[in-house]
Nanobody, 124 residues
């Protein structure tokens, strides 16, 4: 079992920045691929960013590419999502996910464990 705890969400003005953190426990963190997904009100959950177990490869949704950066610190068992130039359409609950398989990191089915989510609201 893997436990995931997100933090760092909040209210930010358009154009602002936030950094989300996800602390993992229960399994060797370096063996896990990690991802961030988000779900806006009335919409389906969607992929935002993913990173391979070594941290060597990152993947982004087109909607966040160039604004969001995912990173993984295997010494701290933590994955981060740095979000810059935030827009109102980035408003959502953001979920951290972990998986050890070989499927595409852009798909929710590739992840075995999910956090509870953290709310991000972008509004003036």
């Amino acid at each position: 079992q893997v436990q995931l705890v997100e933090s760092g969400g909040g209210l930010v003005q358009p154009g602002g920045s936030l950094r989300l953190s996800c602390a993992a426990s229960g399994r060797t963190f370096s063996s896990l691929n990690m991802g961030w997904f988000r779900q806006a009100p009335g919409k389906e959950r969607e992929f935002a960013a993913g990173i391979t177990r070594s941290g060597g490869w990152q993947y982004y949704a087109d909607s966040v590419k160039g604004r969001f950066t995912i990173s993984k610190d295997n010494t701290k068992n933590t994955v981060y999502l740095q979000m810059n130039s935030l827009k109102p359409e980035d408003t959502a609950v953001y979920y951290c996910a972990a998986g050890s398989g070989t499927g595409s990191l852009t798909r929710g089915s590739s992840y075995d464990y999910w956090g509870q989510g953290t709310q991000v609201t972008v509004s003036s």
